[in-house]
């Protein structure tokens, strides 16, 4: 995904970021925006439209309530979008690009940057490109892109015994790992997995180098051994590790406050873990461990933002507020106020944006340094994948609260999947 720049071409590139096209307006022109998960992308989002209406006074962003998730995102939209009252920019998951698009509702952005020449200049590789690609159209533009990491409590791996700053790469190891700072009592648990979601199942899957469906999306990837393998991990985790069935926020403050010594959870939570730990405990951040490190995948979390105005006036103000958002100077803004990883070459390659930022903050090097192995967050066909979300985190938590067998919940998941799929 490297690219070869010179600062004369950094520099143009930026510069077009504000010369993308426009209309010639003589007011405002106010776009509604909208975009999920508040804790993270709250204070992000506001710089964002600060520093873009600075150098833009011809477009004003106006933003609606922020949804809790991103299905909650998803669902947002396909009910306004009935009366037509749709935002007009929205930054959804990079799961729910496909249902938005196969209902016509986003706009196609490949016309658009294509007036703008090159889009390798402008900082979008073809991977990068191919991220937003939905429904045989640019139905977006990647705006935040994650992995799974583990985030280690240093001071509890000291206290059993154990060397911090010797990475674990395998899960006998991290599962050995868990059951030694479990043993330490006092309510501590070696390791939380926080397995509620399909995106973070399958980082467990991918890892092993399974699919959720095969190629041609007629049968169901995750009933085999890689699936099988993957909640078998869970299992082991509660059984072996001492993994408590806790709720995702509950796991996560149980990791704030110093009782969890590895947290398995998303790049994106970086930011958040950095404020809100304050002085508890020394924090550090490990690769996710693959099940199979020759095939091993990881999925690809985060959001793109999609045109879907069909006003001409608004859809080009949304194209230009999302250019800025997915430019160097945009994506350097998302990367230091989350941990989210870059969406733009430049951004990554130029030390003027990130170079010294991920100098002086290597605990989020740990997510680039994933990249090359990242895949899309997949899609289920259909119109039914909140569903099939839901499914796969009920049939998944039946595990960790050690009420079915793996090869249970795994038939049973398997099976009220293939039900919610369209019929062949």
């Excluded at 100077?329 to 998302?334: L, R």
């Excluded at 997949?378 to 569903?387: D, L, S, T």
Aim: aromatic share 8%; with cysteine; net charge positive.
């Amino acid at each position: 995904m490297t690219i070869r720049l010179t600062r004369r071409t950094v520099l143009a590139a930026t510069a077009a970021t504000l010369a993308a096209p426009r209309l010639a307006l003589a007011n405002p022109v106010e776009i509604d925006v909208h975009y999920s998960m508040p804790a993270v992308f709250k204070d992000v989002q506001e710089q964002l439209a600060a520093g873009f209406m600075a150098a833009q006074s011809d477009v004003k962003v106006s933003y609606r309530q922020a949804t809790a998730s991103y299905d909650d995102g998803t669902q947002l939209v396909l009910r306004e979008a009935v009366t037509g009252r749709q935002p007009d920019l929205t930054f959804q998951g990079l799961n729910r690009l496909r249902v938005i698009a196969e209902r016509g509702l986003a706009v196609d952005l490949a016309p658009l940057l294509k007036r703008e020449g090159d889009s390798a200049k402008l900082g979008y590789t073809p991977e990068l490109l191919g991220i937003g690609a939905a429904g045989g159209i640019q139905a977006g533009l990647a705006f935040a892109t994650s992995n799974p990491i583990i985030f280690i409590n240093a001071d509890l791996f000291r206290r059993a015994g154990l060397d911090p700053d010797r990475k674990l790469t395998t899960w006998d190891e991290i599962i050995a790992a868990s059951k030694t700072i479990s043993a330490l009592g006092d309510g501590v648990h070696g390791a939380y997995y926080r397995w509620q979601g399909d995106w973070i199942y399958s980082a467990l899957l991918f890892g092993f180098g399974g699919r959720m469906m095969d190629e041609a999306e007629r049968t169901i990837g995750f009933a085999g051994p890689e699936g099988k393998a993957s909640l078998t991990v869970l299992d082991r985790l509660v059984k072996e590790g001492g993994m408590p069935a806790l709720s995702g926020e509950a796991g996560a403050q149980a990791f704030a406050a110093g009782k969890v010594g590895m947290y398995f959870w998303s790049t994106a939570f970086l930011r958040q873990a950095m404020r809100s730990l304050g002085s508890n405990f020394n924090l550090a951040t490990w690769e996710f461990p693959l099940g199979d490190r020759a095939r091993g995948r990881l999925p690809t979390g985060g959001a793109a933002g999609m045109v879907l105005s069909k006003d001409p006036a608004k859809q080009q103000a949304a194209y230009r507020f999302l250019r800025y958002c997915t430019s160097p100077e945009g994506s350097a803004i998302m990367v230091k106020g989350t941990g989210y990883v870059p969406v733009n070459q430049l951004a990554a390659d130029d030390p003027r944006y990130l170079g010294e930022f991920y100098r002086d903050n290597p605990l989020f090097m740990t997510g680039v340094r994933q990249m090359p192995i990242m895949v899309p967050w997949y899609a289920f066909p259909g119109a039914n994948g909140v569903r099939i979300s839901s499914t796969i985190t009920d049939n998944v938590s039946r595990v960790v609260e050690q009420k079915a067998s793996v090869d249970v919940a795994l038939a049973d998941m398997a099976r009220d999947v293939t039900r919610l799929l369209p019929r062949a």
